[in-house]
C-alpha cells in the first residue's frame, strides 16, 4: 500500500526452535527506487530512492528463530516485527500547501501476528510513530500466493491502514491558525480507517544470493481522510523496484 515516501520495509517471521553450535544470522537487505505521490493526498507524483530489509534467521546458543533455507516457507502462525518511514513534508515545496505548518519525518515502529498457508498469507500490524508523529496506526492485508515458476513469487490481496486521531490530524487536518495562513478550512478529523486497497508484490531470483522485489499498490482515501481539502486526489497509487541481497553470518 502507499505508505511511505523513503519506505524501509521489514518483515521479521520468527519461530523458535532449539539449537547448539555456534551463532549464525541471516537477512536480506536492499536499495531500487520508488515512484509514488509527493505526499499524502498530491495528486503529483515523484521518484525517489528506497530500501529494504527482510529477517532471515538467527541462531545464538540454544535459541534458533527463523529458518537458515532462504526458500523455505514458515506455514502457520507467526509473530512479525513491522517498521515504516515517512519523509517530512515541507510546505515550501507545494505551493497548494502554502501557510500549512511543516509535518517532520515520522519513525513507526511495530509488529503484530501472521498467518501462512502454501497459497495464501495475511497479516495484522500495529505501530506507533517512535519518531516524529507519535500516534498509532493499524494494518491489515491478506494475499493469495501464486509460483508460476522457481524463479518466480507473486502475491496479490487487500491492503487496509486505519490512523488515530493524532495521526489523522497530522497528515490530514487543518487548524484555526493555518487556515487564516491557507487556502484551506479549518477541518479536524478523527480516528478511522484512512484508506483501502490493493497491493500487486512480486519477487523474482536472479541467483542464490540476488533477486529483485516489486510492488504495485492502488489505495483509496475513505472516511474523515477523503474529506480532508488537503487531499487532492482520493486515488493513490505507488510503484518500486529493489535489488535485494542475502547476507549470511556465522555459517
Not at 547448539?20 to 544470522?25: D, K, R
Not at 502462525?77 to 500549512?100: C, N
Not at 512480486?202 to 541467483?207: F, H, R, V
Request: glycine letters at 14%; hydrophobic letters at 40%.
Amino acid at each position: 500500500m502507499k505508505s511511505t515516501f523513503l519506505i524501509a520495509a521489514m518483515t521479521c517471521v520468527p519461530g523458535m526452535a532449539l539449537a547448539q553450535s555456534g551463532p549464525s544470522l541471516s537477512f536480506s537487505a536492499g536499495i531500487g527506487g520508488i515512484y509514488q505521490p509527493e505526499y499524502f493526498g498530491s495528486d503529483d507524483y515523484e521518484a525517489d530512492v528506497t530500501g529494504g530489509f527482510k529477517f532471515g534467521h538467527l541462531k545464538i546458543g540454544r535459541l534458533e528463530f527463523g529458518d537458515p533455507d532462504p526458500n523455505a516457507v514458515d506455514l502457520g502462525w507467526r509473530p512479525r516485527g513491522s517498521l515504516r518511514v515517512i519523509r517530512e513534508r515541507d510546505s515550501s515545496d507545494h505551493v497548494e500547501l502554502t501557510g500549512l505548518r511543516d509535518v517532520d519525518f515520522s519513525l513507526e515502529i511495530g509488529g503484530g501476528v501472521g498467518y501462512t498457508a502454501e497459497n495464501f498469507q495475511a497479516f495484522a500490524d500495529v505501530r506507533y510513530g517512535v519518531v516524529g508523529h507519535e500516534s498509532w496506526v493499524g494494518e491489515l492485508g491478506a494475499d493469495a500466493i501464486f509460483r508460476p515458476s522457481d524463479d518466480w513469487t507473486v502475491t496479490v490481496g487487500p491492503r487496509v491502514l486505519w490512523g488515530a486521531d493524532d495521526y489523522t490530524s497530522t497528515y490530514f487536518g487543518v487548524t484555526p491558525a493555518e487556515a487564516g495562513l491557507s487556502a484551506f478550512p479549518a477541518y479536524a478529523p478523527g480516528s478511522g480507517i484512512v484508506s483501502a486497497g490493493i497491493e500487486v508484490g512480486a519477487q523474482y531470483e536472479l541467483s542464490q544470493n540476488w533477486y529483485l522485489d516489486g510492488t504495485l499498490a492502488w489505495n483509496r482515501y475513505v472516511g474523515d481522510a477523503a474529506d480532508s481539502p488537503i487531499v487532492q486526489d482520493d486515488d493513490s497509487f505507488q510503484l518500486s523496484l529493489i535489488a535485494m541481497r542475502r547476507f549470511n553470518f556465522g555459517r
